[in-house]
């Protein structure tokens, strides 16, 4: 059984900052991909964020030069630092990994964290 537990969210000034974290556990074998979406009420979820040991990180171009992705292999743990936040990245970001345990390959999600940024 793997679960994903996701951390970090809150509410934030506009232009703060938060560090969004989403460790993952149980028998996994390889991680692929670990990805951050966020989905903002009344919309789709949108890819946010991804990183890879082959292809090494994407960003939405909403966050380039604002946000990092980062992740510890040896925590099986993906982060997200959000600098200069502003009122549009308000949403519940999720996390989404893409692993290969002992029930074969798929994708797991975290539950979400709510970010809101207001003044």
């Known amino acids: 059984q793997v679960q994903l537990v996701e951390s970090g969210g809150g509410l934030v000034q506009p232009g703060g900052s938060l560090r969004l974290s989403c460790a993952a556990s149980?028998?996994?074998?390889?991680?692929?991909?670990m990805r951050w979406y966020r989905q903002a009420p009344g919309k789709g979820r949108d890819l946010v964020a991804l990183?890879?040991?082959?292809?090494?990180?994407r960003y939405a171009d909403s966050v380039k030069g604002r946000f990092t992705i980062s992740a510890d292999n040896t925590k099986n743990t993906v982060y997200l630092q959000m600098n200069s936040l502003n009122p549009e990245d308000t949403a519940r970001y999720y996390c989404?990994?893409?692993?290969?345990?002992?029930?074969?390959?798929?994708?797991?999600w975290g539950q979400g964290t709510q970010v809101t940024v207001s003044s």
């Open positions: 989404e990994f893409d692993l290969y345990t002992s029930a074969g390959r798929r994708l797991y």
């Open positions: 149980g028998s996994i074998f390889s991680i692929y991909t």
């Open positions: 990183i890879t040991n082959e292809e090494g990180t």
